[in-house]
């Protein structure tokens, strides 16, 4: 990618705009308009960059909008104006490959990676809160992604139980595991196309893309709201 454009969609909902890489799931912000979505997308390049450390992934942080290109817009939903990327795009359509899964195996585990360590630097150390002393405190904010991600899978088709009694760890490291089954099962045709009610399951590319925002997401959230030692005083 150091050579090219990363392709980019942009999600326009009412009151919030998703700018999302289609290559690079997970690197995904939003604004309240386009010019803000790409500035904070291209803002954020060089914290998404830190993510792949350590990985065979060459992924390059633009430097400028115009290493954007915009491939497709598509209108946001209810969802997108609360605050996350709700919509699919034409290249879901395409099959999800052997290559997309190895792909993919190695940037979900680059972000578990990137939570396991966000959570062992909050360990001692307070998070924000907001402005009406809301927010989760990590432990509830792992409880939370993790209980998204089991939702996501069970949207994707597949069917799977974490074991009775297991810490936060062992079902991180489950889910880790039963996602790159799910997506597996579901590129090879072998989950249901629709739920037991009718609605429609999500293809490998979205479920995805989802997935891995909701992560990062989150890293980014424990490490911005969390304490500085001068804070704590």
């Given at each position: ?43 954020y ?16 942080a633009?430097e ?18 609360f605050?996350?990327?709700?919509q ?70 597949w ?36 739920g ?16 891995a ?21």
């Amino acid at each position: 990618m150091a050579n090219k454009k990363h392709e980019i969609y942009l999600e326009i909902g009412e009151k919030k705009l998703f700018a999302a890489a289609v290559a690079w799931p997970g690197w995904c912000r939003h604004g309240r308009d386009e010019a803000s979505a790409l500035q904070a997308l291209l803002a954020y390049g060089p914290r998404y960059a830190r993510l792949l450390e350590g990985t065979a992934l060459a992924f390059a942080a633009p430097e400028d909008i115009t290493d954007f290109d915009i491939i497709e817009r598509v209108p946001g939903t209810m969802t997108t104006d609360f605050g996350a990327p709700d919509q699919q795009i034409a290249r879901d359509d395409v099959p999800f490959t052997a290559d997309d899964l190895a792909r993919t195996k190695l940037l979900l585990d680059a972000y578990w990676d990137g939570l396991a360590a966000a959570v062992e630097t909050a360990v001692g150390h307070k998070l924000r809160k907001g402005p009406r002393g809301g927010g989760r405190e990590v432990e509830g904010i792992v409880d939370h992604v993790i209980g998204a991600q089991e939702s996501y899978l069970r949207t994707l088709g597949w069917k799977f139980k974490q074991e009775k009694g297991a810490d936060q760890a062992q079902k991180m490291a489950h889910l880790r595991t039963e996602m790159i089954e799910g997506l597996k099962a579901s590129a090879a045709g072998e989950l249901p196309e629709t739920g037991p009610r009718g609605g429609k399951r999500w293809p490998p590319h979205y479920f995805v893309r989802r997935s891995a925002w909701h992560i990062i997401d989150h890293i980014w959230e424990i490490e911005d709201r969390l304490e500085k030692p001068d804070e704590q005083r």
